[in-house]
């Protein structure tokens, strides 16, 4: 959704703004329902969403975050290889001083033997990630962290109040 409408007899309504947030697999993961997942989730806590969908090679990510500017990309892996592939990427975006302040979070699950050890997470964080959630994660914990965004908060907190969750 834009902050635009069209309104009864062609005039232009406008909304809000509401930030885009870029929900992305990576080139080597072809699982989609992770991202519908996602789609809905970053959705509910109140940014536009822009779902690149599977297979996502990373000249595409790195294209659409120079295009868009997004408040924030989510990178999702369900293959097992999101550490692998999510090293390789972020080093790819850091490189860039247009994306080097992006927000960017991976998550799902980033290995082939369970979950990560500390040191594999640290090394994501290190090469440049903002957070990393592991499959065995709640979305309560993602949730903070897009509360945390610019505008983040306030959306957060009157979700919280207006559910009771």
């Given at each position: 959704?834009?902050?635009?409408?069209?309104?009864?007899?062609?005039?232009?309504?406008?909304?809000?703004?509401?930030?885009?947030?870029?929900?992305?697999?990576?080139?080597?993961?072809?699982?989609?329902?992770?991202?519908?997942?996602?789609?809905?989730?970053?959705?509910?806590?109140?940014?536009?969403?822009?779902?690149?969908?599977?297979?996502?090679?990373?000249?595409?990510?790195?294209?659409?975050?120079?295009?868009?500017?997004?408040?924030?990309?989510?990178?999702?892996?369900?293959n097992?290889?999101?550490?692998?592939?999510?090293?390789?990427?972020?080093?790819?975006?850091?490189?860039?001083?247009?994306?080097?302040?992006?927000p960017?979070?991976?998550?799902?699950k980033?290995?082939?033997?369970?979950?990560?050890t500390?040191?594999?997470?640290?090394?994501?964080?290190?090469?440049?990630?903002?957070?990393?959630?592991?499959?065995?994660?709640?979305?309560s914990?993602?949730?903070?962290?897009?509360?945390?965004?610019?505008?983040?908060?306030?959306?957060?907190?009157?979700?919280?109040?207006?559910?009771g969750?």
């Amino acid at each position: 959704m834009t902050g635009e409408a069209r309104a009864y007899g062609g005039g232009t309504v406008t909304g809000p703004h509401r930030p885009t947030v870029i929900v992305s697999s990576m080139a080597s993961d072809s699982h989609t329902w992770n991202l519908v997942y996602l789609e809905l989730l970053v959705g509910e806590l109140g940014f536009d969403v822009v779902n690149l969908g599977a297979c996502v090679p990373d000249e595409l990510l790195e294209s659409e975050c120079l295009s868009r500017r997004p408040a924030m990309l989510v990178l999702s892996s369900v293959n097992g290889h999101g550490h692998q592939d999510g090293l390789r990427v972020i080093q790819r975006l850091r490189a860039l001083e247009e994306l080097r302040e992006l927000p960017v979070v991976i998550g799902g699950k980033l290995g082939i033997g369970g979950g990560l050890t500390a040191e594999e997470t640290a090394q994501l964080l290190l090469a440049g990630f903002d957070a990393v959630f592991d499959d065995h994660q709640g979305a309560s914990s993602f949730r903070r962290f897009a509360a945390t965004l610019p505008g983040g908060a306030a959306r957060l907190s009157a979700r919280v109040e207006g559910a009771g969750a």
